[in-house]
T-cell receptor, first 115, second 113 residues
Framework: NAGVTQTPKFRILKIGQSMTLQCAQD?????MYWYRQDPGMGLKLIYY???????DKGEVPNGYNVSRSTTEDFPLRLELAAPSQTSVYFC??????????????FGPGTRLTVL | KQEVTQIPAALSVPEGENLVLNCSFT??????LQWFRQDPGKGLTSLLL?????REQTSGRLNASLDKSSGRSTLYIAASQPGDSATYLC????????????FGEGTQLTVNP
């Protein structure tokens, strides 16, 4: 298994540009997440999905959009890039059933700079 | 507000020392707590997951404990090695947050040869 994969690894955007960060997992996990990590800080949840076709906002959703058309893929869209979106973005997935939640597995991250 | 706090923010120890990293959380109603390791410029690697009903989990030289009543978890690393140098993150899955994790800011560990 490749686990959780993310592309691209690095990207530089100009203010106002848009882009999509790709995330895929091959573990048949139903839950997927997008986090951002600013320097010296913990991770903050942007959006998450409990299954194909179902998404919900996390702690810091403004400026981002997501979709989940398949179990495997969970892309994150930035429509109008702003310097405040300079960060490292991590995608994660987990399998959960019933009332319990299992460990989350993380991708290697995408380092985004907006100039 | 449900928060997670990790103290200290940074720790430097000589090789071979046993050490404890601390994590505190503000609400005892949790599903689980997860410890991660993050190397510079890399993603997060899951180390240990403790479910709400468990008191501790062990993996090799690592032992994580959970005390919900006091809102605390500790990660014990035995016989530390330079390869243990990394940032260690604690994340809590609160019952009111569903599957979402709330992260601490991490403890940056340096093990000196």
């Amino acid at each position: 298994n490749a686990g959780v994969t993310q592309t691209p690894k690095f990207r530089i955007l100009k203010i106002g540009q848009s882009m999509t960060l790709q995330c895929a997992q091959d573990m048949n996990h139903n839950y997927m997440y997008w986090y951002r990590q600013d320097p010296g800080m913990g991770l903050k949840l942007i959006y998450y999905s409990v299954g194909a076709g179902i998404t919900d906002k996390g702690e810091v959703p403004n400026g981002y959009n997501v979709s989940r058309s398949t179990t495997e893929d969970f892309p994150l869209r930035l429509e109008l890039a702003a310097p405040s979106q300079t960060s490292v973005y991590f995608c994660a997935s987990s399998y959960s059933r019933g009332t319990g939640f299992n460990e989350q597995f993380f991708g290697p991250g995408t380092r985004l700079t907006v100039l | 507000k449900q928060e997670v706090t990790q103290i200290p923010a940074a720790l430097s120890v000589p090789e071979g020392e046993n050490l404890v990293l601390n994590c505190s959380f503000t609400d005892s109603a949790i599903y689980n707590l997860q410890w991660f390791r993050q190397d510079p410029g890399k993603g997060l690697t899951s180390l240990l997951l403790i479910q709400s009903s468990q008191r501790e989990q062990t993996s090799g030289r690592l032992n994580a404990s959970l005390d919900k009543s006091s809102g605390r978890s500790t990660l014990y690393i035995a016989a530390s090695q330079p390869g243990d140098s990394a940032t260690y993150l604690c994340a809590v899955c609160y019952e009111t947050s569903g599957s979402r994790l709330t992260f601490g800011e991490g403890t940056q560990l340096t093990v000196n040869p």
